[in-house]
C-alpha cells in the first residue's frame, strides 16, 4: 500500500517531501546543547612536556643527513672529491679524514625525504653513494 501511494506521487511532492525530511534532519543538530569540560592537569605533566620539547629542539638542531660517495684510502677519496666538483659545481662536497680512512660527503639536509631525493639524483653518476644521519 505504502509503495503505491509513492508511486501515485508526482514529482513536486515527492521533492518537497525530500525537503521537510532534511529540515527536520537539519533542526535537531541545532537543538544539541553546548557542552563545556575543565580539564584539571598535574603540574608535573606541564614540566615533562617542557623537558621533552627542550630535548626534541636540541635533537634536532644536532642531527642532518648527508650523503657518503666514499670512505677509504686518499688517492681515490680526492679523485672522488674532485670528479664531484666537476659533475655537481653547485653542491656542497667534504673531503674529511677519520682514521684510518678518508671521507667525501655531500650536502647537509636536514629533511630526511629531501635527502633522499637528491640522494636519487647522485646515484644516477656515483651507484654506491648512501644517505648517512650525522649528529654534531
Known amino acids: 500500500m505504502f509503495f503505491l501511494f509513492f508511486c501515485e506521487m508526482t514529482k513536486p511532492v515527492y ?10 534532519l537539519s ?3 541545532l537543538m544539541a546543547q553546548a ?10 605533566i606541564t614540566r615533562l612536556m617542557a ?10 638542531s644536532s642531527k642532518f643527513y648527508t650523503i ?3 670512505y677509504g684510502n686518499n688517492k681515490r677519496a680526492e679523485e672522488l672529491y674532485e670528479n664531484f666538483k666537476r659533475d655537481f659545481p653547485n653542491w656542497e662536497v667534504d673531503l674529511s679524514f ?3 680512512n678518508y671521507k667525501v660527503q655531500v650536502g647537509r639536509f636536514k629533511d630526511y625525504y ?3 631525493n637528491k640522494l636519487k639524483e647522485i646515484k644516477k653518476v656515483y651507484p654506491a653513494a648512501f644517505l648517512l644521519e650525522i649528529k654534531d
Not at 51 to 60: G, L, P, Q
Open 15 to 24: 521533492k518537497w517531501l525530500f525537503t521537510i525530511i532534511l529540515i527536520l
Open 27 to 29: 533542526v535537531s543538530e
Open 35 to 44: 557542552l563545556s569540560v575543565k580539564i584539571q592537569q598535574d603540574s608535573s
Open 51 to 60: 623537558a621533552k620539547k627542550n630535548i626534541d629542539t636540541e635533537n634536532y
Open 68 to 70: 657518503q660517495l666514499f
Open 98 to 100: 677519520e682514521t684510518p
Open 114 to 116: 629531501f635527502g633522499l
